[in-house]
């Protein structure tokens, strides 16, 4: 490769997810400081901060030497779903 020429980024499947991961992570924290900010009660808040709490149960697996448990839960508002289109849209267009 000579110097004047600009390596090439491959796109894969695992820089995607942590891409969107990241900005679930920043559109969320964006959104809980916003509900400190914003008045109890308003309408503002319900719409963009008010989050939604999906939780997965967990699953227990058995291995006689240990047993690992696994859940998560995931808390989503709008502003962690606009973080997620403006991480889409930069590992789309930018990355």
């Known amino acids: 490769m000579a110097r004047d020429e600009i390596p090439i980024r491959r796109k894969t499947t695992g820089m995607f997810i942590v891409t969107l991961l990241v900005g679930l992570l920043i559109g969320t924290t964006v959104g809980n400081i916003l ?4 008045p109890d009660e308003s309408v ?11 939780v997965f149960p967990p699953v ?3 291995l006689i030497v240990f047993t690992l448990t696994v859940g998560f839960s995931l808390r989503v508002n709008l502003i962690s779903i606009i973080g ?3 991480a889409w849209h930069y590992f789309k267009y930018l990355y």
């Not at 509900?35 to 914003?38: N, P, Q």
């Open 84 to 86: 997620l289109v403006v």
């Open 35 to 38: 509900g400190v900010f914003l």
């Open 44 to 54: 503002v808040e319900k719409v963009l901060v008010n989050s939604y709490t999906y």
């Open 60 to 62: 227990t697996l058995n």
